[in-house]
């Protein structure tokens, strides 16, 4: 396309050559004064201002290009229920099929899906940046978005630039029942409860609907809740780490989905402070140690009693004398003893400090829930034995045997080298260990429980066990210590001393038979712990209810472990049978699928805005058609893309209007005739 055009481009500025033409004009007729031939005196002057204005012919050959309509369409969550997938492909395929026979124009489809791991609902303006960002806004004709209409990034200024036509994907007078989190707290002291705000929409409608809630994958309850009001409930937190809350309102007749029936929350659970009573039976020189550890944890509130002198024993020493404080045996075993989340016997021998109802009180405590830890000496194999007592209802390991008097070698046990508090520990990697010898181990005979560390012969040297929802734990020897003072060169004893410690007190990561799912990226990681080897599978089961198996690889440490790419957002459920874990990717209740029912109205301003159109796809396709100027975008059963007449220049030629020779002989020749005018 080839179009002409004038041009000037003055050899001087318009100011000098206005200045020019007026001191050129004055002196034209002040020579010309009283004669007949101004206007020959003209002739010049023009001829030469006509010089300065350099007038030039310009060519421009330009392509015309063809305009761009944009296809959007919509495979966010949301598109997913129902028949919107049928819906959308055949939108898809219909418009295409139309757009092909409109003349010069180009068609581009974008498909938006949710990043995983995201929840800010759908972006399909964003989508839209993305497909023209090699194109000029100029050159679009029209936007057509194949969507459910639920879409959250809406600009503030409606007008795109070209018409925006929606295709609607669902039907009208949907229903659809969803659940709504309120209120929900982030943390919860463990044995509080955490106060849950929740309604269960239902637009249009009145009455109740069952509720069910379900912590931690466990057992369900059911609550009858009025819908669309807010409701209360407590929810008890059980342990430390995330308490997982889910909620499911009970199905509505032909409902669109059940997808936004549940929501899940996770509450963390925080442990007020950990309370420990030690009870050393004798002063020895181990007994700092346990009050060293236990000093150092920040976390913990520890109540520590020695026995200096047995109150049998009666050598008149004045009772100022004997203690600071008395020891309140009835407060600490009879009024408080539920408080403490651990008990601590350090080499205690059965006196008549504590009567015997006391030990029955304290196997009663473990039994209901609480810990207790046994670390013995040699009093642990006399008459004395505090397992002649109702304490042996719980201790795992009786007294069996001398005990053996040398230097040994702590080892591992098979089994523990799968539990969480032995199993990796600074050292055990080599064979032997990389520890220093102990110097005594206790004889003893287990009856029950699991034997993680032995001594020489495989005696049994930490002996672990639950009874009823409490747990037990024996350490056969009092020469631990040793480790502590670098001796023969020491060893993990921190570190096995608090893993064991928090074991007792139940802290999640050092469950022994657990199952966790993680989810970072777009990756869900499953871990199960066992003590039983062997690879393992496990079920998983999708935000959208669909299920599938992952095998567990076990790396001979307790550990099987496994992984999967995740594609939905939301919760993700993992059992294997006797465990439940979840994971959430994004929020646990995503955006997405928090309103689900088909509406025009959000993008209803832009498509206002620009003169487009609204069609539901069950309806059938609308007619497409081309169109100029600013109006006529669409109508009931059509939809129109503009005419934008874009082109690229793609070659310029420059040429003078009037010769240069030309206007010389212009000048010349008017100046001559005013001389031969003048001259007669």
């Known amino acids: 396309m080839t179009i002409p055009q004038l041009l000037f481009a003055p050899l001087l500025p318009v100011w000098a050559l206005i200045a020019a033409a007026a001191l050129g004009l004055a002196l034209a007729a002040w020579g010309a004064h009283g004669r007949a031939s101004l206007w020959l005196r003209l002739i010049p002057l023009a001829a030469i201002l006509l010089a300065l204005l350099n007038p030039r012919l310009s060519q421009q050959d330009a392509t015309a290009l063809n305009d761009v309509a944009v296809v959007l369409v919509d495979d966010s969550g949301s598109m997913t229920v129902g028949d919107r997938p049928a819906q959308s492909a055949e939108a898809l395929a219909g418009t295409l099929e139309r757009l092909k026979k409109l003349p010069k124009l180009d068609v581009r489809v974008e498909h938006y899906h949710n990043a995983p791991g995201r929840?800010?609902?759908?972006?399909?303006?964003?989508?839209?940046?993305?497909?023209?960002?090699?194109?000029?806004?100029?050159?679009?004709?029209?936007?057509?978005?194949?969507?459910?209409?639920?879409?959250?990034?809406?600009?503030?200024?409606p007008d795109i630039g070209a018409p925006l036509h929606l295709l609607l994907a669902g039907h009208k007078d949907e229903r659809d029942r969803r659940l709504v989190v309120e209120q929900a707290p982030s943390f919860g002291i463990v044995g509080g409860t955490a106060s849950l705000s929740f309604r269960v929409e239902d637009p249009g409608q009145t009455g109740s609907v069952a509720v069910t809630l379900r912590r931690d994958g466990g057992s369900a309850s059911s609550v009858t809740v009025p819908v669309n009001k807010s409701t209360n409930v407590e929810i008890p937190?059980?342990?430390?780490?995330?308490?997982?809350?889910?909620?499911?309102?009970?199905?509505?007749?032909?409902?669109?989905?059940?997808?936004?029936?549940?929501?899940?929350?996770?509450?963390?659970?925080?442990?007020?402070?950990?309370?420990?009573?030690?009870?050393?039976?004798?002063?020895?020189?181990?007994?700092?140690?346990?009050?060293?550890?236990?000093?150092?944890?920040?976390?913990?509130?520890?109540?520590?009693?020695?026995?200096?002198?047995?109150?049998?024993?009666?050598?008149?020493?004045?009772?100022?004398?004997?203690?600071?404080?008395?020891?309140?045996?009835?407060?600490?075993?009879?009024?408080?003893?539920?408080?403490?989340?651990?008990?601590?016997?350090?080499?205690?021998?059965?006196?008549?400090?504590?009567?015997?109802?006391?030990?029955?009180?304290?196997?009663?405590y473990v039994k209901g829930g609480g810990a207790l830890l046994m670390a013995v000496g040699p009093e642990f194999s006399t008459p004395d034995t505090p397992y002649n007592t109702a304490l042996s209802e719980v201790l795992p390991a009786a007294p069996f045997g001398p005990a053996l008097e040398q230097p040994f070698l702590p080892l591992v046990t098979a089994?523990?080298?799968?539990?969480?508090?032995?199993?990796?520990?600074?050292?055990?990697?080599?064979?032997?260990?990389?520890?220093?010898?102990?110097?005594?181990?206790?004889?003893?005979?287990?009856?029950?429980?699991?034997?993680?560390?032995?001594?020489?012969?495989?005696?049994?040297?930490?002996?672990?066990?639950?009874?009823?929802?409490?747990?037990?734990?024996?350490?056969?020897?009092?020469?631990?210590?040793?480790?502590?003072?670098?001796?023969d060169g020491g060893g993990p004893q921190a570190e096995l001393l608090r893993r064991l410690a928090h074991w007792l007190m139940k802290e999640p990561e050092l469950e022994e038979n657990q199952l966790t799912a993680e989810i970072n990226g777009d990756r869900l990681t499953v871990q199960r712990r066992s003590l039983e080897p062997g690879n393992a599978e496990v079920s998983i089961t999708a935000p959208d209810g669909s299920e599938r198996k992952l095998t567990l690889t076990d790396h001979n440490d307790g550990r099987a472990t496994g992984s999967l790419t995740v594609e939905q957002s939301g919760?993700?459920?993992?059992?294997?049978?006797?465990?439940?874990?979840?994971?959430?990717?994004?929020?646990?209740?995503?955006?997405?699928?928090?309103?689900?029912?088909?509406?025009?109205?959000?993008?209803?301003?832009?498509?206002?805005?620009?003169?487009?159109?609204v069609h539901w796809i069950a309806d059938g396709l609308p007619d497409m058609r081309r169109y100029r100027g600013t109006s006529g975008g669409g109508g009931p059963n059509w939809f129109g893309f503009r005419i934008n007449?874009?082109?690229?220049?793609?070659?310029?030629?420059d040429i003078p209007l009037i010769p240069g020779t030309l206007l010389m002989l212009l000048a010349f020749g008017g100046l001559v005739l005013a001389w031969w005018r003048e001259g007669k």
Request: aromatic share 6%; net charge negative; no cysteine.
């Open 119 to 157: 929840d800010d609902g759908t972006k399909l303006f964003s989508a839209l940046d993305r497909a023209l960002a090699d194109v000029p806004r100029r050159r679009l004709a029209g936007v057509v978005m194949i969507t459910d209409g639920q879409v959250a990034d809406v600009p503030a200024n």
């Open 237 to 364: 937190i059980e342990h430390g780490g995330p308490n997982i809350v889910e909620l499911e309102a009970a199905a509505a007749p032909n409902e669109l989905t059940l997808a936004n029936n549940r929501a899940a929350i996770s509450i963390g659970g925080v442990r007020d402070r950990l309370r420990v009573l030690l009870i050393s039976g004798e002063p020895h020189a181990g007994e700092r140690t346990w009050r060293n550890l236990l000093k150092a944890d920040p976390s913990v509130d520890l109540v520590h009693f020695t026995i200096l002198r047995p109150p049998e024993k009666d050598d008149r020493t004045p009772l100022r004398e004997l203690a600071l404080i008395s020891f309140p045996v009835r407060e600490l075993f009879e009024e408080k003893l539920h408080d403490f989340d651990l008990i601590i016997f350090d080499r205690y021998r059965r006196r008549t400090v504590l009567p015997p109802a006391y030990y029955q009180n304290i196997a009663d």
């Open 415 to 487: 089994t523990g080298k799968r539990h969480p508090v032995t199993a990796g520990l600074p050292g055990a990697e080599s064979d032997p260990p990389r520890w220093g010898r102990w110097m005594r181990v206790i004889g003893s005979q287990m009856k029950r429980g699991t034997s993680v560390m032995e001594g020489p012969n495989g005696a049994p040297l930490l002996v672990l066990d639950r009874v009823g929802e409490g747990r037990v734990a024996e350490l056969m020897s009092d020469t631990i210590w040793l480790w502590a003072r670098g001796w």
């Open 571 to 613: 919760l993700w459920r993992v059992g294997d049978g006797q465990h439940i874990a979840l994971a959430a990717a994004g929020s646990l209740n995503p955006v997405e699928m928090s309103e689900l029912r088909a509406t025009p109205d959000k993008l209803k301003p832009v498509i206002d805005a620009t003169g487009g159109g």
């Open 645 to 653: 007449d874009d082109h690229v220049v793609t070659a310029v030629r």
